[in-house]
């Protein structure tokens, strides 16, 4: 049973910056694909960014030019770099992880709070 935990959220004014971090309680490579989503309230969870097994990212268009993901993979960590923020980024950020075994986990997720 793997477990991911968020960390990094909280509240910023419009145009800074926040990095999250997903810590991985096993190696990276036990996992296909981490990703960051997001649910603002009252909204479905939507994908932000993607990380495959061999490294590439993917994002949203949404997000393009703005977020960077990224991976340490001694520390089986992997990061959600997150700049100029707008009051439409303001959601709760989830980290997910898809196993080589075909299993889901999820973290808990972490508040991000952007102020206009």
């Known amino acids: 049973q793997a477990h991911l935990v968020e960390s990094g959220g909280g509240l910023v004014h419009t145009g800074g910056s926040l990095k999250l971090s997903c810590q991985v309680s096993e190696s990276i490579f036990k996992f296909n694909q981490v990703d960051w989503y997001r649910q603002a309230s009252g909204k479905q969870r939507e994908l932000v960014a993607s990380?495959?097994?061999?490294?590439?990212?993917t994002y949203a268009d949404f997000v393009k030019g703005r977020f960077i993901i990224s991976r340490d993979v001694v520390n089986n960590t992997v990061y959600l770099q997150m700049n100029s923020l707008e009051p439409e980024d303001t959601a709760v950020y989830y980290c997910?992880?898809?196993?080589?075994?075909?299993?889901?986990?999820w973290g808990q997720g972490t508040q991000v709070i952007v102020s206009s």
């Open positions: 997910h992880g898809f196993h080589v075994l075909m299993t889901h986990y």
């Open positions: 990380l495959a097994g061999g490294g590439m990212p």
